[in-house]
């Protein structure tokens, strides 16, 4: 097979990208090793940035978006027992949107298909090769286990954390800047009402706590919980336990648990995002800790700066964007980085914690809350910088 873009990862960021250069008119094929049923239904992060939203809805990704999200004009800080309101919209005249990543995927994978794209479900990249030819190529197989060879003007890789594509830009699959959190997330979905209007973002003793939604029947939450939790290990009641102990002063409204996952995360940048004609977007790239719920809006950051330069280099010859590529990406990239450490780090409570490390942080906490600026910094950061 022989196209212009070769893109390995039916993800946000790999379909995004898709969509933009169809609409610049660069043809690219698009590869996934999951089905599209597990695309579309495996449980992802639920919160956009007003840019993503914005990226969205202009260029036709989703129609969806804005009829079937919510917009949230801020979220509940909660600690010592007490709640404060960051108000987004007041502070910095932005807000988010609640509407899940795989519905994003849903509307995107209808829009491609829709524009004719060469979009192939269940084919596993197995290698990158030629990154410093003009001929780069995807290695594969399909479907059914056959051999399949993508040769293009530039491959992309938007695979996701375990990504293929990084040993052929990096020289090593595993190789970047990286920290380890020594605790996880045990999520559960519901079927209750939500217990408030916003999202609670709570710091208690027993440790951190999400008070998510998806819509007004169902809810998302999450607590912080040792990495090597066995997820089937608690009944409902304990659960809900878990959660209510890590709200003190909120009184949740429960209802049957259908889902539960324990989710492991990190802090890891790519050494490189791009050599030759390879580069990196979203979780390839970079993964960011849940907490601030920035990956899959740094995705899309990305994707947009890549689109322009592979543009500029696909229809003018010109090199000096894909040259910049990385340097370009990695402000942003870092700028995430902090805040999506600095909410894990101001929210959760160490294992080894001691007296004095729980005092500071509930003084950081203060800090942030009764200080316009540090209401102000959070709101920006959350809400997302300019595009
Ligand atoms: C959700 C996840 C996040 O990491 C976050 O910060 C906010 C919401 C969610 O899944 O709903």
């Known amino acids: 097979v022989r196209t212009r873009v070769a893109i390995i990862g039916a993800g946000p960021a790999g379909l995004l990208l898709s969509h933009l250069l169809a609409d610049a008119g660069i043809d690219s094929v ?36 804005r009829s079937a999200g919510n917009r949230h004009d801020g979220i509940e800080l909660r600690f010592a027992g007490e709640g404060h309101r960051i108000d987004f919209a007041g502070l910095v005249g932005r807000g988010v949107w609640l509407y899940p990543q795989h519905e994003v995927l849903k509307d ?30 995807v290695i594969a197989t399909d479907a059914d286990g056959a051999p399949l060879e993508i040769e293009a003007d530039f491959v992309v890789g938007a695979d996701g954390s375990r990504s293929v594509a990084r040993e ?9 800047y990286f920290r380890e959190y020594p605790f996880a997330w045990f999520g559960i979905l519901c079927e209750a009402p939500p217990s408030a209007e916003e999202l609670i973002y709570s710091n208690s003793p027993d440790g951190f ?19 090597e939790t066995d997820p089937t ?22 209802g049957p648990i259908f889902q539960r996952d324990v989710l492991r995360f990190r ?7 791009r050599r030759g004609r390879v580069a990196l977007v979203g979780d390839a790239a970079h993964t960011v800790p849940p907490t601030g719920a920035k990956g899959m809006n740094l995705a899309v950051a990305d994707v947009l700066v890549l689109e322009r ?12 964007l894909v040259d910049a590529y990385a340097q370009t990406a990695l402000r942003r990239i870092w700028k995430a980085q902090h805040f999506s450490w600095w909410m894990t780090n101001m929210l959760h409570v160490a294992p080894d914690a001691s007296e004095f490390d729980r005092l500071r942080q509930v003084g950081e906490l203060r800090s942030v809350v009764e200080s316009e600026h540090g209401r102000a910094y959070l709101a920006e950061a959350y809400t997302g910088w300019p595009l």
């Open 30 to 65: 698009v590869i996934d090793s999951r089905t599209r049923a597990e695309i579309e239904t495996t449980i992802r992060a639920g919160i956009l940035e007003q840019g993503t939203v914005e990226v969205l809805e202009a260029t036709g990704a989703s129609e969806r978006v």
């Open 108 to 137: 995107l994978i209808a829009a491609r298909l829709a524009g004719g794209q060469d979009l192939r479900f269940g084919v596993s990249a197995q290698r990158v090769e030629g990154a410093d030819t003009d001929r780069p190529r």
């Open 168 to 176: 052929a830009v990096t020289g090593s699959s595993t190789g970047g």
């Open 209 to 227: 706590a999400l008070i998510s939604q998806r819509s007004a029947t169902i809810q998302r939450m999450y607590f912080q919980c040792d990495p």
């Open 233 to 254: 290990a608690f009944s409902e009641a304990e659960l809900w336990d878990a959660l209510q102990t890590r709200v003190p002063g909120t009184t949740l409204r429960e």
């Open 267 to 273: 802090s890891f940048v790519a050494h490189e995002l």
């Open 309 to 320: 330069a592979l543009r500029a280099l696909l229809q003018e010859g010109d090199e000096r």
